[in-house]
């Protein structure tokens, strides 16, 4: 829980910027933290600010409350990982870092590529179509496909492995092994390559790597991401399709 200013809650140019991704903002204003009532009750709560002022006096006030709260020591300022700004990619009040439904369309289904998403994916992302139909099959809704008879996944594939005859809502990204999920064993492959880059064991045509999905040379946190987006994905939850999996990136 944030509890500075909307400002500096969204500011992109303080060191660092934005906020930690998923935290709630109930900025610590006039000797009490606002809209503590909306907090869980049953849920441990770690407080954090900037500079480590007022987040102390913020715990302090809700652990009078009964409230089961943590103080971050230090604050944001020496927080080593990533942080995020404010944004509210489809528009509706709710930054993409807390929303688990991106849906640009406001169709009920939520975009491909936001892996905090719970809802189903949508297979027209930029046309409302609460319907989803897909004659084809091919994981393109009708309204968007250049020929909605024809299974043509490839007319919408910019997710490596390209020219796989996956369409970018079906493709699994961390399918490794090319079965129907994303399990330990994908998650062992993805382990063994995480950390390689351009200067350590670069991903090459020769040796590739498992969770370059970026396609450069690397595989760092973005890949990271995007695999965590699809582990646990299996025949009874979100199927991977039949695809073929290699060639994945071919470098220069």
């Known amino acids: 829980m944030d509890v500075r200013g909307e400002s500096e809650y969204c500011s992109e140019t303080a060191t660092p910027p934005g906020h930690i991704p998923g935290a709630l903002l109930h900025p ?14 049953n849920a441990d709560i770690l407080v954090y600010c900037g500079l480590n002022i007022r987040s102390p006096q913020a715990a302090d006030f809700l652990c009078k409350l009964g409230y089961s709260v943590y ?3 230090g604050g944001l300022s020496t927080w080593p990982y ?6 509210d990619t489809d528009e509706d009040g709710i930054n993409d870092d807390l929303d688990h439904c991106t849906d640009t369309d406001q169709d009920g289904f939520g975009d491909p590529g936001f892996d905090l998403n719970t809802c189903l994916l949508d297979n027209c992302p930029d046309v409302d179509n609460p319907n989803q139909a ?11 496909d250049p020929e909605p008879a024809v299974y043509d996944p490839l007319s919408i594939d910019s997710y490596p492995p390209g020219g796989n005859d ?4 079906c493709e699994c990204e961390g399918n490794f092994d090319g079965d129907a999920d994303v399990d330990g064993t994908d998650a062992s492959a993805f382990k063994a390559d995480f950390g390689r880059s351009t200067i350590v064991s ?5 040796s590739p790597c498992n969770g370059d999905f970026e396609c450069d040379k690397d595989v760092d946190g973005n890949n990271a ?11 009874y939850q979100k199927p991977c399709p039949a695809c073929v999996t ?6 220069p």
């Open 28 to 41: 610590w204003v006039s000797g009490e933290v606002q809209g503590y009532n909306e907090l869980p009750g």
């Open 71 to 73: 103080n971050m020591t």
């Open 82 to 87: 990533e942080t995020v700004g404010c944004v």
């Open 134 to 144: 897909d004659a084809d099959g091919d994981c393109i809704g009708d309204v968007c």
């Open 166 to 169: 996956c369409g970018d809502l």
């Open 202 to 206: 670069p991903c090459t045509n020769e």
């Open 225 to 235: 991401s995007r695999f965590k987006g699809d582990f646990g994905r299996n025949s």
């Open 246 to 251: 290699d060639p994945w990136c071919t470098y």
